[in-house]
């Protein structure tokens, strides 16, 4: 398995402040991506970002990406209690047709 | 929308029974995924399937098969269930080779 680690497993913050989840991994990808999973529920995607890009933005969110070292940072900025969630990255490997999600990071928001 | 549906919510079963977890994707995706979820382990990838009738192990296939006789419709099946197969069971599609993936709502299977 090349499953990839996030860090720290878990994060507690008050609203408006940004919250900051890393992603390591160990082969070469094609992308990696950012997935929310509310409790108990299934999970949805977030961003992707390519192995050529750098950083990317989509609204409050921003994820850089650093193939030389091999680890993603996912930002969120000004939080709110409604982010609270667990967030995973998704590493999609060159040369695979399928994609291997870290163990999670549980963010809360305190309101 | 992309839809990913799963069919039960919850299920409890005894050791033992033999188990079918169904999924149905609305969108003509190729690729259909089951992963199981545990605490501490994250999601770790079961079987996949990138066409009808074509099935690719993943990480711990041990102890499930699949079957896909139609594109929409990729089935996980527990031949004989055991305890430690307890778990979140997440379904999942995508159209094309490095896209991102829709899910389904999971199932919550408890074997007993």
């Known amino acids: 398995s090349q499953q990839g680690e996030e860090d720290p497993q878990a994060l507690s913050i008050q609203e408006g402040e940004n919250a900051t989840m890393n992603c390591s991994y160990k082969?070469?990808?094609?992308?990696l991506q950012w997935y929310r999973q509310n409790s108990g529920r299934g999970l949805v995607h977030l961003i992707l970002?390519?192995?050529?890009?750098r950083e990317k933005h989509s609204g409050r969110l921003r994820v850089t990406l650093d193939t030389s070292k091999k680890s993603s940072s996912l930002l969120i900025t000004a939080s709110r209690a409604a982010d609270t969630a667990s967030y995973f990255c998704?590493?999609?490997?060159?040369?695979?047709?399928?994609?291997?999600f870290g163990t999670g990071t549980r963010l809360t928001v305190i309101p | 929308d992309v839809k990913v549906t799963q069919s039960s919510r919850y299920l409890v079963k005894r050791t033992g029974e033999k188990v079918f977890l169904e999924c149905v994707q609305d969108?003509?995706?190729?690729?259909m995924f089951w992963y199981r979820q545990d605490p501490g382990l994250g999601l770790r990838l079961i079987y996949f399937?990138?066409?009808?009738?074509?099935?690719e192990k993943g990480d711990i296939p041990e102890g499930y098969s699949v079957s896909r006789e139609k594109k929409e419709r990729f089935s996980l099946i527990l031949e004989s269930a055991s305890t430690n197969q307890t778990s979140m069971y997440l379904c999942?599609?995508?159209?094309?080779?490095?896209?991102?993936?829709?899910f389904g709502s999971g199932t919550q299977l408890s074997v007993l």
């Open positions: 999942a599609s995508r159209p094309v080779l490095f896209g991102k993936l829709f």
């Open positions: 082969t070469s990808i094609n992308n």
């Open positions: 970002i390519r192995s050529n890009e």
């Open positions: 998704a590493t999609d490997e060159t040369g695979a047709n399928n994609l291997f």
């Open positions: 969108m003509d995706h190729e690729n």
């Open positions: 399937s990138y066409d009808v009738k074509m099935k």
